[in-house]
């Protein structure tokens, strides 16, 4: 039951920190001292004070050092670092250490990405204050994991699981409070079709968007219900001109949205397809759309060819057509 003993907490004893950070990696019961330890003493705080002294005087060995002891730290994968490693007052300085990787030439740019995206993610309609937090805690824990998960080949199988779970559970727990907020969807619906909102903030809105869509679809017992609602909101037309739009994000993410449309509810799409050619002389944007993105779009950031010629064959599917016909 004995707790690690820790070095104190000074510049001259970064190295001891570090080595003990990383001497722990293969043995789970003294990673789990070491996370009480640090928990239970305060350490983190008082190693990013450490940071804010080492970056002011450009002290790079310091910096390279309290690198290796934070991501050290973060793969010990425990819940009880992660809550106070993502907590508005200390994740600026946990990715600003991250920023000092010793096998980069120069500084990465991770604090100015999390404050670009959290001022992005404003556009998000959200009123619950506990809920916003709880968007921005969900975002840093996805981009740190992204930062810091290494090579497959690297690590054994289950490696940052507990962060994983963290970040799955976080997302969980907002789309289903989002289900229940009726006022979300019309509120996402105004911006995206709102001119007036910025490229940026578009394509942050699409991406959560998307997320959202993904996550309704598989739930058996709430898909019928998420669908009549977007067929209110006017749902495929939005989709259709989103589709058509300059910015490669904003369309893959439309684009990604239809796909699962198509999968889910794929009578929903078809139906929505006649009655376009019926009120425009046989001819139907949607399917022009998708024609025109599989010949003018085959970047595989898009999505590449084959997604989009599995949305155009089930939006054709002769078989389904007379069914909605008949």
């Not at 983190?44 to 940071?51: A, M, N, R, V, W």
């Not at 425990?78 to 007052?89: G, H, N, R, T």
């Not at 556009?123 to 840093?140: C, F, G, M």
Request: proline fraction near 5%; charge should be negative.
């Amino acid at each position: 039951n004995h707790l690690i003993d820790l070095p104190t907490c000074e510049l001259h004893r970064l190295g001891e920190i570090a080595d003990l950070v990383t001497s722990v990696r293969l043995s789970r019961i003294r990673k789990q001292k070491l996370a009480l330890a640090l928990k239970n003493e305060g350490y983190i705080p008082k190693l990013l004070q450490l940071f804010q002294v080492c970056e002011s005087v450009k002290n790079i060995e310091g910096l390279h050092l309290l690198f290796d002891i934070v991501r050290g730290i973060l793969y010990l994968d425990k819940a009880i670092l992660f809550e106070v490693m993502f907590s508005d007052e200390c994740i600026l300085g946990v990715v600003g250490c991250l920023e000092y990787d010793p096998c980069l030439a120069q500084p990465a740019w991770h604090r100015e990405f999390l404050t670009k995206t959290a001022k992005l993610q404003e556009v998000i309609p959200i009123r619950d204050p506990e809920l916003r937090q709880k968007i921005r805690q969900t975002s840093r824990a996805q981009y740190i994991y992204t930062i810091i998960m290494p090579n497959p080949s690297d690590f054994e199988a289950g490696f940052l699981s507990t962060l994983n779970s963290f970040i799955s559970c976080s997302k969980e727990e907002i789309l289903q409070a989002l289900q229940k907020d009726e006022e979300f969807l019309p509120e996402v619906f105004a911006q995206l079709t709102n001119e007036a909102t910025a490229g940026e903030q578009q394509c942050e809105l699409m991406k959560f968007f998307k997320e959202f869509c993904a996550f309704s679809f598989t739930l058996p017992e709430k898909r019928d219900e998420f669908l009549q609602t977007l067929a209110k909101l006017g749902f495929l037309p939005t989709l259709e001109r989103l589709m058509g739009m300059g910015d490669l994000q904003v369309r893959a993410a439309a684009t990604d949205i239809l796909s699962y449309l198509v999968e889910f509810s794929p009578a929903t799409v078809q139906q929505f397809v006649m009655q376009e050619a019926q009120q425009s002389e046989n001819d139907t944007q949607l399917i022009t759309e998708v024609i025109e993105q599989i010949i003018c779009s085959p970047s595989p950031e898009f999505g590449g060819d084959n997604q989009l010629m599995e949305i155009l064959c089930a939006l054709i599917d002769p078989e389904k057509m007379l069914a909605i016909a008949s």
